[in-house]
């Protein structure tokens, strides 16, 4: 169990978990935990104000992570009067090797015969989810400032730029790309709560920037085919779910 505060509430909450654990709550457990029940109402916790309006959300499901993160993006570019600027991976159709296609066999998903990114296969591509690539490498990064991430990759340890470090955007250098569309150059975020520190010469404690990378994985097409797909981008996701 995590919580190890202190407070009143913090030891009425540990007590009335181990009591769940026996089906043996007390009256004064039930009181206690219908106390914490979500409502707009004063003196009442609500889901809807901070700390927890943009505290992520666990779910089971891929698809409904994508869908809560479209919609934080929306919502906290909304609350902070911000417009989403979005930043498109750059795509190429990667060859696989005799192991990956033995995995796409394990599978028993269908190898898309085409071999050539056009246009319209990338717009096809920018339109899935992130998690229609295998890696979950997005398609197209919905940001503005001050928008909560998580970091996908260990990129540097000692920097503490670790998979699953939560950050904020803090700025980005951009250029257009492949289609006219804006890619990301380097996208500069504020790490939360790193175990240490970190002052690169030039930025913000804690600031540090994260440049893109190519990541090679199977992508699922909306046929349920599948193909391999080199993607460039910065590994991040929204930190909504």
């Known amino acids: 169990m995590r919580n190890q505060g202190e ?36 003196g009442h916790h609500y889901i809807g104000r901070a700390p927890w309006r943009d505290a992520p959300i666990i779910v089971g499901e891929n698809r409904q992570k994508d869908e809560i993160n479209r919609l934080g993006c929306l919502r906290y570019a909304a609350d902070t009067g911000q417009t989403l600027t979005k930043f498109y ?5 990667a060859t696989t090797s005799g192991d990956e296609n033995q995995k796409l066999s394990l ?37 503005c400032f001050g928008l909560p991430v998580i970091i996908r990759y260990n990129v540097a340890t000692e920097l503490n730029i670790t998979k699953g ?8 250098h951009a250029s ?3 289609h006219d569309k804006l890619v ?8 939360d709560k790193p175990p240490t520190d970190i002052k690169l010469e030039g930025l913000p404690v804690n600031v540090v920037p994260l440049l893109p990378r190519k990541n090679a994985g199977y ?7 599948k193909m391999y797909v080199s993607r460039q981008q910065v590994d991040v996701l929204p930190g909504f779910a």
């Open 7 to 42: 407070n009143v509430d913090d030891m009425k909450f540990r007590r009335a978990l181990e009591n769940m654990r026996y089906k043996a709550c007390t009256p004064e457990d039930i009181r206690f935990l219908k106390s914490m029940v979500s409502s707009d109402k004063p």
């Open 89 to 93: 991976c750059v795509d190429s159709v």
């Open 107 to 143: 599978r028993r998903k269908s190898k898309s015969a085409v071999n050539t990114m056009s246009g319209e296969l990338q717009e096809l591509l920018w339109d899935l989810p992130p998690s229609s690539h295998e890696n979950h490498t997005a398609p197209v990064l919905s940001l």
């Open 165 to 172: 470090q939560r950050a904020t955007v803090y700025s980005w």
């Open 176 to 178: 257009k790309g492949h």
């Open 184 to 191: 990301l150059d380097a996208l500069f975020v504020m790490l």
């Open 219 to 225: 992508v699922l097409l909306p046929d349920d085919s």
